[in-house]
């Protein structure tokens, strides 16, 4: 639990004090320049997988279930508040998976709106088979769906889905998102030791999405041994809380998967080591 937050003794949830922004950043991203956090989720960490490498550590609600976390007027105060005008993109990622918050399609049109700057998802994928998570994130200019194994059981080894989620369906959702979306679809894999046996089929279920490019990435940052709301920004190594070192892709494995993904997809391929 962070140092600042309390609980409400009556409701039994937690209480942030002093107030925690629910916009964080802008922070440099090795992708999209200088990108303006939103976290719709913010006072528990919130998500339907629970990833390895996650920086949020151990997520403390896993869930599959959509609902309100924090309003939308709550955020666009946080925003007025906060250096957005600073940032060359708005991030929908934080403390989960946002599209799990009901009002994400809500705050990425107030948003998109009020900035009049780009605006992109992070995504697990687990939600978007369903027709209504699509509808919510028709406005935003970028989705980018993490798809890090090629296997069921890959998945269960990486990310760690909660009961009821499965590769195909994932895949199936991203292909039905694709076909209604007109902005950018990217794929955005985690390459660790343990996946790095599923190239070969990852290609296939990349050619299947056939999505825009594909963000390679390795962990960069350490995995906390608990949840900080501090997590969701840009640390490197320097968080001032607990957490281990991840085993990561080194740069001549990373170029050798880059060209293999390029050659078999035909999409193109940006690695976190080739940021330049
Ligand atoms: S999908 Fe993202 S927020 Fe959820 S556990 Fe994985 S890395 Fe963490």
Not at 180 to 201: C, H, W
């Amino acid at each position: 639990m962070s140092m600042s937050m309390m609980e409400d003794k009556q409701e039994n949830r937690p209480v942030f004090e002093p107030h925690v922004s629910t916009v964080y950043g802008p922070v440099a991203s090795w992708r999209f320049g200088q990108s303006l956090g939103i976290d719709l989720i913010r006072d528990v960490s919130t998500c339907s997988f629970n990833c390895i490498y996650c920086q949020l550590g151990d997520i403390q609600d896993k869930t599959m279930e959509r609902r309100y976390f924090v309003s939308t007027e709550e955020v666009m105060a946080d925003l007025e508040r906060s250096n957005w005008q600073q940032a060359d993109i708005i991030t929908f990622s934080g403390s989960g998976e946002p599209t799990l918050a009901l009002n994400c399609g809500e705050a990425i049109r107030k948003i998109k709106a009020f900035t009049q700057k780009p605006v992109m998802v992070l995504t697990n994928g687990t939600l978007l088979h369903q027709p209504e998570v699509q509808d919510d994130l028709m406005a935003a200019d970028q989705v980018s769906i993490k798809l890090d194994a090629a296997t069921e059981t890959g998945l269960k080894q990486m990310n760690r889905p909660v009961a009821g989620v499965t590769l195909e369906k994932i895949v199936q959702g991203a292909i039905a998102f694709k076909s209604r979306y007109s902005g950018k679809v990217s794929i955005q894999t985690m390459f660790m030791p343990t996946n790095l046996k599923e190239v070969d089929a990852l290609a296939e279920l990349i050619r299947r999405i056939g999505p825009d490019e594909v963000q390679l990435n390795t962990p960069k940052r350490p995995y906390p041994l608990e949840w900080n709301v501090d997590s969701r920004g840009n640390h490197t190594g320097q968080a001032d809380y607990p957490t281990v070192a991840l085993r990561t892709v080194d740069p001549e494995t990373a170029d050798t998967i880059e060209g293999l993904l390029e050659r078999k997809t035909g999409v193109p391929i940006l690695s976190i080591y080739r940021k330049g």
